[in-house]
């Protein structure tokens, strides 16, 4: 991240998704979802990385990529759509364990 080529911090968004998709039931209508964006940045190689900071009290770092799976996979959409341009990675920094974690979501 030093030599990224783009950094940015805090950033809100705004994105419509269909209610299925954040409340696993079938319903047509859509939801507006808003967040912040703890950090993306933009390496040399041209990619587009996600990192979001958790804080959770955490002894398995499954519980922790388990719990935000589906937060991150909106941010990433979010994010692809405001930019127009795919996500490379997406990680959680988790300040208890002191480590990212890579997620893989469903989107890719």
């Known amino acids: ?12 968004f705004y994105i419509t998704v269909p209610a299925k998709e954040i409340y696993q039931e079938e319903v047509e209508e859509e939801v507006l979802v808003q967040g912040m964006i703890d950090l993306y940045y933009i390496n040399q190689n041209d990619e587009l990385i996600l ?9 398995k770092e499954e519980n922790l990529l388990q719990k935000y799976q589906k937060q991150l996979e909106v941010y990433k959409q979010a994010l692809e759509e405001s930019l127009g341009q795919k996500v490379k990675h997406v990680f959680i920094y988790s300040t208890f364990l002191g480590k990212e974690l890579e997620i893989i979501t469903n989107q890719e």
Do not use: I
């Open 1 to 12: 991240m030093k030599q990224a080529k783009v950094v940015e911090r805090e950033k809100p």
């Open 51 to 59: 990192v979001d900071y958790k804080t959770d009290f955490v002894e």
